[in-house]
T-cell receptor, first 110, second 114 residues
Framework: GQNIDQPTEMTATEGAIVQINCTYQ??????LFWYQQHAGEAPTFLSY????GLEEKGRFSSFLSRSKGYSYLLLKELQMKDSASYLCAAPNQAGTALIFGKGTTLSVSS | EPEVTQTPSHQVTQMGQEVILRCVPI?????FYWYRQILGQKVEFLVSFYNNEISEKSEIFDDQFSVERPDGSNFTLKIRSTKLEDSAMYFC????????????FGPGTRLTVT
């Protein structure tokens, strides 16, 4: 089976840095995804990690440790528009579905 | 930029009625998916579809659900006899390849069953 855990809520201020953690247990490992979802909208892809280490993409970076079953999403120079839910997701063993965590709702205040 | 489209954006139906939710995946994508998200809850996988057949389905995807690719562009989800608990946002997604490839999500259809 698969289990993905992430904190329910986080708050931060504009300009700050925030780290959203995700731990996972999967049958087989096919990488880890991060998606952003604004309220009432569809999830949009942020990052995909399959190897250990940090992947940087502008203000957003994602880290993976396969041995620890752990990932985090790092958001720098926070802006109000970054207020959204951040979803950690892993493919199932066959790679035919994405299994999502419950998401972390990030509120950015001025 | 190509995108996944879904119609309608909002569907209201009475319990027991059949609904068909429509999706047009990105044109060169080969893998198609349906997910649902009940208000305030997580995104849940329903079914994946490749090469004109179901590749995987979750336990949510019971006999009242079916999927079809009636032509070269549309991908539909049919719910045969809707229940109150089917009220949710339904997202269609597509990907160029399977495992490890980014899935692009459509804007969703909000289904309300009364």
């Amino acid at each position: 089976g698969q289990n993905i855990d992430q904190p329910t809520e986080m708050t931060a201020t504009e300009g700050a840095i925030v780290q959203i953690n995700c731990t996972y247990q999967t049958s087989g490992f096919n990488g880890l995804f991060w998606y952003q979802q604004h309220a009432g909208e569809a999830p949009t892809f942020l990052s995909y990690n399959v190897l250990d280490g940090l992947e940087e993409k502008g203000r957003f970076s994602s880290f993976l440790s396969r041995s620890k079953g752990y990932s985090y999403l790092l958001l720098k120079e926070l802006q109000m528009k970054d207020s959204a839910s951040y979803l950690c997701a892993a493919p199932n063993q066959a790679g035919t579905a994405l299994i999502f965590g419950k998401g972390t709702t990030l509120s950015v205040s001025s | 930029e190509p995108e996944v489209t879904q119609t309608p954006s909002h569907q209201v139906t009475q319990m027991g009625q059949e609904v068909i939710l429509r999706c047009v995946p990105i044109s060169n994508h080969l893998y198609f998916y349906w997910y649902r998200q009940i208000l305030g809850q997580k995104v849940e996988f329903l079914v994946s579809f490749y090469n004109n057949e179901i590749s995987e389905k979750s336990e949510i995807f019971d006999d009242q659900f079916s999927v079809e690719r009636p032509d070269g562009s549309n991908f539909t989800l049919k719910i045969r006899s809707t229940k109150l608990e089917d009220s949710a946002m339904y997202f269609c997604a597509s990907s160029e390849m399977g495992n490890g490839y980014e899935q692009y999500f459509g804007p969703g259809t909000r289904l309300t069953v009364t």
